[in-house]
Nanobody
Framework: QAQLVESGGGLVQPGGSLRLSCAASGTILSINNMAWYHQAPGKERELVASISSGGRTTYADSVKGRFIISRDNPKKTVYLQMNSLKSEDTAVYYC???????????????????WGQGTQVTVSS
């Protein structure tokens, strides 16, 4: 009923910036929390930042003051502005969204978590 499509990853030098985008599409009734996670090789997936439907944000300690999460509700899109990037930020970044969707002739409603396909961010000189 829905999908998340990410864009904006790539290779950047230490100290540089990148902006990730994640757009939701499909038969969406509402979008609740949205977030970005990352997963480095050999490590578990970790929360980077989240934003509620009302705009309240939370950040991992490792990115506070460097990353900014924002959302554009009419566009159904969440962004992650990443500044002052460090080598330890290198990871695959995944978009997350808590979506309520509908399907079928009877507009069956369902609320569940959705994940993007992941986008690689590499910070290296």
């Amino acid at each position: 009923q829905a999908q998340l499509v990410e864009s904006g990853g790539g290779l950047v030098q230490p100290g540089g910036s990148l902006r990730l985008s994640c757009a939701a599409s499909g038969t969406i009734l509402s979008i609740n929390n949205m977030a970005w996670y990352h997963q480095a090789p050999g490590k578990e997936r970790e929360l980077v930042a989240s934003i509620s439907s009302g705009g309240r944000t939370t950040y991992a300690d490792s990115v506070k003051g460097r990353f900014i999460i924002s959302r554009d509700n009419p566009k159904k899109t969440v962004y992650l502005q990443m500044n002052s990037l460090k080598s330890e930020d290198t990871a695959v970044y995944y978009c997350y969204a808590d979506l309520e969707t509908y399907s079928g002739a009877y507009f069956n409603r369902e609320r569940r978590a959705y994940w993007g396909q992941g986008t690689q961010v590499t910070v290296s000189s």
